[in-house]
């Protein structure tokens, strides 16, 4: 079956910008999460959504960075105002609910921002 | 807090050896612990898992893990190292609604 997908695969931006990252997870997987994976802080949790409760979002790192889940599957990670900093690749994931449940990773976004 | 810790940057082993990666973690109450691997390129892709029950835990590719309580360490094994076992490897804990990584382990399979 088709696993967590992710767009785009590659993403280069000017800093100031906005961008939209996109995730496509597991059909019947109710959790989604967002991790960032960057050489200095290494795999870091940034927000997580379970059903229609209320996200998790303790791992955000600025007010700049949003996400939504619309009608409980696909996700959007929004960054807003780029800096050069906020250069990583940003990982989803996806579960059967929460608690001992293995969590599947799509391939990631690697965001640019010269 | 909740901490995860690979001591090893890089851990070189010879194809048909067997290799061990190591993790140590911290956590209040009984752990969930994963390791994942990463190869180039790709996102992560789940190894094995130790939720409860039987200390060794059999996983993918024919891994292996030792939970062992109480010196807090789920070491990743494998008996005879494949040099398609080049990659890097992530030991996690559960925590909360999330999970903790460790730094990973860059995993060397010489010929």
């Known amino acids: 079956g088709a696993g967590v997908s992710q767009s785009p695969s590659n993403k280069v931006t000017e800093k100031g910008k906005d961008v939209e990252l996109r995730c496509d997870p597991i059909?019947?997987?109710?959790?989604l999460y967002w991790y960032r994976q960057s050489l200095g802080q290494g795999l870091e949790f940034l927000i997580y959504?379970?059903?229609?409760?209320?996200?998790?979002k303790s791992g955000l790192p600025s007010d700049r960075f949003s996400a939504e889940r619309t009608g409980g599957s696909v996700s959007t990670l929004t960054i807003q105002r780029t800096q050069q900093e906020d250069s990583a690749v940003y990982l989803c994931?996806?579960?059967?609910?929460?608690?001992?449940?293995?969590?599947?990773f799509g391939p990631g976004t690697r965001l640019t921002v010269l | 807090a909740q901490s995860v810790a690979q001591p090893e940057d890089q851990v070189n082993v010879a194809e048909g050896n067997p290799l061990t990666v190591k993790c140590t973690y911290s956590?209040?109450?009984?752990?969930?612990l994963f390791w994942y691997v990463q190869y180039p390129n790709r996102g992560l892709q789940f190894l094995l898992k130790?939720?409860?029950?039987?200390?060794l835990v059999k996983g993918s590719y024919g891994f292996e893990a030792e939970f062992n309580k109480s010196q807090t360490s789920f070491h990743l094994k494998k008996p005879s190292a494949l040099v398609s076992d080049s990659a890097l490897y992530f030991c996690?804990?559960?925590?909360?609604?999330?999970?903790?990584f460790g730094a990973g382990t860059r995993l060397a399979v010489h010929p």
């Open positions: 959504f379970q059903g229609n409760s209320a996200p998790d």
């Open positions: 130790y939720i409860t029950g039987d200390n």
């Open positions: 059909s019947g997987h109710t959790a």
């Open positions: 994931a996806s579960s059967l609910g929460q608690g001992a449940n293995e969590q599947f």
């Open positions: 996690a804990v559960r925590s909360y609604n999330k999970l903790i």
């Open positions: 956590v209040s109450g009984n752990p969930y």
